[in-house]
């Protein structure tokens, strides 16, 4: 078990491009979920995948954004159009679909649009 | 408004003290109670989940305590190290139409100085 592993670590990228996060969960666990993370600030809800079903979406998860979990295993964000506010820090973690179960995070993937 | 507050907002102590981190919520109905740590630019990691009949739960020299009557929780650090310092995050869970949702406390920064 490597835990959650998440792909490219560092993005910097001109406003207006496209840029694609990948999630690689603990195998195993049926939940996936998506958060953003801005400095001094807690983790805030992006989306979440029960197996491939993405059961709910925040309302911070705007047309630009779009997540998918094909085949319920690894998962792909995708951040069209980009802009400054949407520099941040990208966290994917994965758990067992019990509630009391523990929610695993990776490192995140950090966002800079110049 | 955050449903999950955090005090201190930020904590220095000296290596080897104890300190005492607060998180107190409204979130409801409440299903459960989890302390993070994130160092840095890294994503958090779990220390401790607590449901609702249970009033401590320890994790070395962390231990967590719950009143779930007042909705207040705490998170105690013994004999602090210099790889204590970090950012601790209080995630109170609730119960949610698609499951649960996790709302997360802006967290404590806390400085361990030699």
């Known amino acids: 078990d490597t835990g959650v592993s998440q792909d490219p670590r560092h993005k910097i990228t001109k406003r207006g491009q496209n840029v694609t996060f990948r999630c690689d969960p603990i195998?195993?666990?049926?939940?996936l979920y998506w958060y953003r993370q801005t400095l001094g600030q807690g983790p805030e809800f992006l989306t979440y995948?029960?197996?491939?079903?993405?059961?709910?979406k925040s309302r911070l998860l705007s047309d630009r954004f779009s997540a998918e979990r094909p085949k319920g295993s690894f998962s792909t964000l995708e951040i069209q159009r980009t802009e400054q506010g949407d520099s941040a820090m990208y966290l994917c973690?994965?758990?067992?679909?019990?509630?009391?179960?523990?929610?695993?995070f990776g490192e995140g993937s950090w966002l800079t649009v110049v | 408004k955050n449903q999950v507050e955090q005090s201190p907002q930020s904590l220095i102590i000296l290596e080897g003290k104890n300190c005492t981190l607060q998180c107190n919520y409204t979130v409801s109905p409440f299903s459960n109670l989890r302390w993070y740590k994130q160092d840095t630019g890294r994503g958090p990691v779990s220390l401790t989940i607590m449901t609702f009949s249970e009033n401590t739960k320890s994790n070395g020299r962390y231990t967590a305590t719950l009143d779930a009557d007042t909705k207040q929780s705490s998170l105690h650090i013994t004999a602090s190290q210099l790889s204590d310092s970090a950012s601790y995050i209080c995630?109170?869970?609730?119960?949610?139409?698609?499951?649960?949702?996790?709302?997360f406390g802006k967290g404590t920064s806390l400085l361990v100085t030699p």
């Open positions: 973690a994965s758990s067992f679909s019990s509630a009391h179960n523990t929610i695993y």
């Open positions: 995948f029960q197996n491939e079903a993405q059961l709910e």
């Open positions: 995630v109170v869970s609730e119960y949610s139409n698609s499951g649960y949702a996790l709302n």
């Open positions: 195998s195993e666990h049926n939940r």
